[in-house]
């Protein structure tokens, strides 16, 4: 049975940072990507940021240049650093997997809060 438990939300003041933590357990197959996803309330689920196994990256464009996407695939596991935080970026964050090219993102994790409040 595919896991995958966050850590490292929290709350933080503007300007703040933090770095979210995803690992994967259960995993019998090659991971073509991880992402991490957020929804905050009355917002649809978004995709902030991805990784392959191949190492491209891609990033929403409200989070260009403040959020960093990091890991190692065949690990199974992927960071997001999130730098310069606004109250904006609070949501529930999301860690997913997706298990090739051709398919969405198949396993999610139960998310974890990050609110960024003075």
């Known amino acids: 049975q595919v896991q995958l438990v966050e850590s490292g939300g929290g709350l933080v003041q503007p300007g703040g940072s933090l770095r979210l933590s995803c690992a994967a357990s259960?995993?019998?197959?090659?991971?073509?990507?991880m992402g991490w996803y957020r929804q905050a309330p009355a917002k649809q689920r978004e995709l902030v940021a991805a990784?392959?196994?191949?190492?491209?990256?891609n990033y929403v464009n409200s989070v260009k240049g403040r959020f960093t996407i990091s890991g190692d695939i065949a690990k199974n596991t992927v960071f997001l650093q999130m730098n310069s935080l606004k109250p904006e970026d609070t949501a529930v964050y999301y860690c997913?997997?997706?298990?090739?090219?051709?398919?969405?993102?198949?396993?999610w994790g139960q998310g974890t809060q990050v609110t960024v409040s003075s």
């Open positions: 997913a997997v997706r298990s090739s090219l051709l398919s969405q993102y198949d396993y």
């Open positions: 259960g995993i019998n197959f090659r991971i073509y990507a």
């Open positions: 990784i392959t196994s191949g190492g491209n990256t």
